[in-house]
């Protein structure tokens, strides 16, 4: 059996080097499948396994609600502060949970080291039970236990201290609040559905809100539920908690829900999400995709094999004369098909190697290439290749072996059988190629238009310097006149925040208008040369005006 099998793939070795320009042309064809299909199979891995890192991810849930007479679409992503609490205490398959509030952008000052630094929460003292964060430095159990406590990630706690232990030591956050360093986590890895850079204790919030069952929806909330809890059972018991402590008017504005961590990324659209999600649509487009591809480059193997198949009938004819079988000969030609498929499967992997990190960037993803560490996706290519391989070569494989040794060997032979198959291929694989091409055209004419965009105000040229201390607010005029004195500075404007930042849900009625038809409003405080500035259009009426005193109303 050895014998047999070396002298398979001694024959198709010299098959290969005798026709080396069709070979290379097969090889090509399949290793630029390989490649596509590899790569794109890395990013649904990578998008597949959000939040999967966490031990208890299955038992994870984010408690979200639906408001009624809204605008938040599918639902709002925080709640109000006391629920969790409640329902930890009301609910026994609440095994425990934890909630986060956005610290946002904050001015941090240790030593003469200032820097600004996005991605920080207050979280509760309960998250590393939750969640599966691992700390370097200091005791999950304890770390955000008491106020003004800090917990930093590693590269945040190298940024600021360097190579010395942070323990103990002291941070001005903000506008000179003073935090204890009480734990070193190591950074999030990228497959999180948020990302953050510290965790200030919760009690460190103060908040008129924190004990409001209806006020400000700011706490995003996980639930850690006991096996085999029915997460629909448990929100069912939580909307009856609500029911019990809201007036009936109130109640009936909520519809509490669950969300199982890892389905965050891919299956939730909700107002406020905590970072900025995914669409599983993406994950079938991109399958959709990567199937296509494989599918023009076996059309492509197949076609050109079998157009290739009159140059071997002589082989064919002379082996079966010498007493080879079909099956000996389908097997040669299945073993040929697994070579050049081997072949472009390793040359695929190098090309996969150059570009993934430009395929990544891309994709605004870290896709992970190590062997070692991520097996899956080498074994799925390896069945790829087994796969198609076997799959291109049973068509042209049987064809080849069918040919007649005396026809062959007379010189009578004609190969014209089954050419409407091969011409129906053809044309299915020029379709198939063209509409990759026009999607690939309509998906850049978006990317374009996203680009070029008129987003109603002017994003070019502009600089935007955060305040956020005391003494630089105190000092904004003084700012402000020392800035206008640069050279080259055309305007300059003071705001809470930049068009398409945080802005403020404010309580309001639009008088004349039912409740399930009043529109969400978002104020951003802007100074009177905020519109200038950023120059954007009047509708009607004017601008503010700082000689209108009635204007800072």
């Not at 941090?108 to 599966?132: H, L, M, N, P, R």
């Not at 389905?263 to 487009?285: A, M, P, Q, V, W």
């Not at 055309?490 to 403020?504: E, M, R």
Request: aromatic share 12%.
């Amino acid at each position: 059996c050895f014998i047999m099998f070396k002298n398979y793939l001694k024959v198709a070795w010299r098959n290969l080097m005798k026709n080396k320009v069709f070979s290379s042309i097969n090889i090509l064809g399949l290793t630029l499948g390989f490649t596509c299909c590899f790569l794109i199979g890395l990013y649904i891995q990578h998008e597949l396994s959000f939040d999967k890192y966490h031990t208890n991810h299955q038992r994870i849930y984010r408690l979200a609600t639906h408001v009624q007479g809204s605008t938040y679409g599918e639902g709002i992503a925080k709640i109000s502060g006391p629920w969790a609490p409640a329902a930890k205490q009301a609910i026994p398959e609440i095994e425990d949970f934890t909630r986060f509030v956005m610290y946002g952008q904050a001015l941090i000052k240790q030593g003469a080291e200032q820097i600004y630094e996005e991605g920080g929460f207050f979280a509760d003292s309960s998250t590393f039970k939750v969640f599966s964060w691992k700390l370097i430095n200091g005791d999950a159990a304890t770390a955000l236990a008491e106020p003004n406590a800090v917990v930093l990630t590693e590269s945040l706690a190298q940024k600021l201290f360097g190579d010395s232990n942070p323990l103990g030591q002291t941070l001005n956050i903000g506008n000179e609040a003073v935090y204890k360093v009480t734990g070193v986590m190591q950074d999030p890895p990228p497959n999180s559905h948020f990302d953050f850079s510290f965790f200030v204790s919760l009690s460190t919030y103060r908040s008129e809100d924190l004990q409001s069952w209806t006020a400000n929806n700011q706490y995003y909330t996980y639930l850690l539920l006991k096996p085999g809890t029915s997460s629909e059972a448990v929100a069912k018991k939580v909307d009856n908690l609500l029911n019990s402590n809201l007036t009936k008017e109130d109640a009936k504005a909520y519809t509490p829900f669950l969300q199982l961590l890892p389905g965050i990324h891919l299956n939730s659209n909700l107002f406020r999400e905590i970072g900025t999600n995914s669409d599983i649509k993406t994950i079938y487009i991109f399958g959709f995709i990567a199937f296509i591809i494989l599918v023009i480059a076996c059309m492509n193997f197949i076609n050109l094999t079998t157009a290739k198949a009159a140059n071997r009938a002589k082989e064919v004819g002379v082996r079966k004369a010498t007493g080879a079988g079909k099956s000996s000969l389908v097997k040669q030609f299945i073993l040929e098909s697994l070579m050049i498929g081997v072949i472009a499967g390793i040359v695929a992997l190098v090309l996969s190697s150059i570009f993934i990190t430009p395929f990544g960037d891309l994709l605004d993803r870290e896709l992970n290439f190590n062997i070692i560490e991520n097996t899956a996706p080498f074994i799925f290519l390896f069945g790829l290749i087994i796969f198609t391989s076997i799959l291109s070569s049973i068509y042209p494989a049987f064809v080849l072996s069918s040919f007649k040794p005396v026809k062959v060997l007379k010189g009578n032979f004609s190969f014209k059988s089954n050419s409407t198959l091969r011409a129906g291929l053809v044309v299915f694989q020029f379709t198939l190629s063209i509409a990759l091409i026009l999607a690939v055209l309509v998906i850049g004419s978006q990317m374009n238009y996203m680009r070029q965009k008129d987003l109603g105000f002017n994003k070019d040229q502009i600089i935007t310097v955060p305040l956020q201390d005391n003494g630089s607010v105190a000092k904004l005029d003084q700012i402000i006149n020392k800035v206008k004195a640069i050279p080259g500075v055309v305007s300059i404007s003071a705001s809470s925040n930049q068009p398409g930042g945080n802005d403020w849900g404010i309580p309001y009625e639009a008088v004349g208008l039912s409740k399930d038809q009043q529109p969400s409003m978002r104020c951003l405080v802007v100074d009177e040369n905020f519109l200038n500035t950023y120059n954007i259009k009047i509708a009607s009426g004017r601008g503010f005006l700082k000689e209108f005193a009635t204007d800072s109303g």
